[in-house]
């Protein structure tokens, strides 16, 4: 009988609305506790892979000017950096300008601009200001 009695309040404990609320208060903290961690962990294989993209570009870029470098170490690289970035040439080479017919805004230093005499005036009135 004792035993029946202590089976008895053993259930009477486990099934009790505090002890049902307390373990139910825990399992909600529980599973809140999961979704963070399943959202945190989303979010950083998000940036991994935002990451690894990024460092895939850089690669990219560390593998151009690495080109880049060897081809300036030769002479032939020096020089035709050189050339492209200050328009020089070595002496006795002649350099040829080609100028688009249509445009109208480049001048050319050393060129004489014959214009009309209306114009000359006026160039020369915005020149005076």
């Known amino acids: ?3 029946f009695q202590e089976k008895r309040k053993f259930k009477k404990i486990v099934y009790s609305v505090w002890l049902q ?3 139910g208060i825990i399992f909600l903290t529980l ?10 962990s989303r979010i950083s294989v998000q940036k991994f892979q935002e990451i690894k993209e990024e460092m895939a570009g850089l690669e990219k870029r560390n593998a151009e000017l690495a080109a880049k470098a060897a081809r300036l170490e030769s002479e032939s690289g020096r020089e035709g950096e050189i050339r492209k ?5 070595k002496p006795g080479e002649k350099i040829l300008v080609i100028v688009d017919k249509n445009s109208e805004d480049v001048k050319i230093n050393g060129a ?12 020369w009135v915005k020149n005076w200001f």
């Open 112 to 123: 004489n601009v014959k214009t009309g005499f209306f114009p000359g005036i006026w160039r």
């Open 85 to 89: 970035r200050f328009d020089v040439a």
């Open 1 to 3: 009988m004792r035993e």
């Open 31 to 40: 599973v809140f506790s999961a979704v963070k961690v399943y959202k945190k």
């Open 21 to 23: 609320a307390i373990l």
